[in-house]
């Protein structure tokens, strides 16, 4: 079946300017995670969605961050007035939610370079 | 302290070799544990989850000491395929927050 899906896979930008990365999460999956990865280092969490449940928003590094997950799938992940150290892979992650479901099923990920 | 570390390696070693991999964490409350596998600008696949009575799957073989926090990853008769970086991952029970280590890197030689 289809895996997460994130667009798009590569994007250039410049400083100061707005961008919108998109997750499509495993059909099903209830629970959804954006990550930030940084060239040799590990995986940051940015933030968590659950069902309906308020997001745990805990792992934004900034105010200029923001994500939605419209109708308890699809996910955009925002950056504004972007930085040259916003510069990353950003992995969006689903799982069943399920205490006894816990694997995580990566996206390919959005490179993003903010010259 | 970070919440869960790894030797970054790389770790070099020959076709055929058995190599091991440890994870320690700092929460004594951590509950789940797990191997993921993350090849060059790909993104991260569960290599394998870690359970209290050690866990095989081929090759590969995974064990947990709650005692001394730590969690490891044997590879036996490695493959040029299984070059990669290992990344551990630990979750704590009634949280969703998985916790990732900054990953081994290993190469495997001809």
């Known amino acids: 079946g289809a895996g997460v899906s994130q667009s798009p896979s590569n994007k250039v930008t410049e400083k100061g300017k707005d961008v919108e990365l998109r997750c499509d999460p495993i059909?099903?999956?209830?629970?959804l995670y954006w990550y930030r990865q940084s060239l040799g280092q590990g995986l940051e969490f940015l933030i968590y969605?659950?069902?309906?449940?308020?997001?745990?928003k805990s792992g934004l590094p900034s105010d200029r961050f923001s994500a939605e997950r419209t109708g308890g799938s699809v996910s955009t992940l925002t950056i504004q007035r972007t930085q040259q150290e916003d510069s990353a892979v950003y992995l969006c992650?689903?799982?069943?939610?399920?205490?006894?479901?816990?694997?995580?099923?990566f996206g390919p990920g959005t490179r993003l370079l903010v010259l | 302290r970070k919440e869960v570390e790894q030797d970054p390696g790389p770790f070099n070693v020959p076709e055929g070799a058995t190599v091991a991999f440890n994870c320690t964490y700092s929460?004594?409350?951590?509950?789940?544990f797990f191997w993921y596998r993350q090849d060059c600008r790909k993104e991260p696949k569960l290599l394998m989850s870690?359970?209290?009575s050690g866990n095989e799957d081929g090759r590969f073989t995974a064990q947990l000491n709650r005692a001394s926090q730590y969690i490891s990853l044997l590879i036996r008769d490695s493959k040029l395929s299984d070059s990669a970086t290992y990344l551990c991952?630990?979750?704590?029970?009634?949280?969703?927050?998985?916790?990732f280590g900054t990953g081994t890197r290993l190469k495997v030689l001809a």
């Open positions: 992650a689903s799982s069943p939610g399920t205490s006894l479901q816990e694997t995580q099923y």
């Open positions: 991952v630990v979750k704590t029970s009634g949280t969703y927050k998985y916790i």
């Open positions: 929460n004594s409350a951590s509950q789940s």
């Open positions: 059909s099903g999956h209830t629970a």
């Open positions: 870690v359970y209290s």
């Open positions: 969605f659950q069902g309906n449940s308020a997001p745990d």
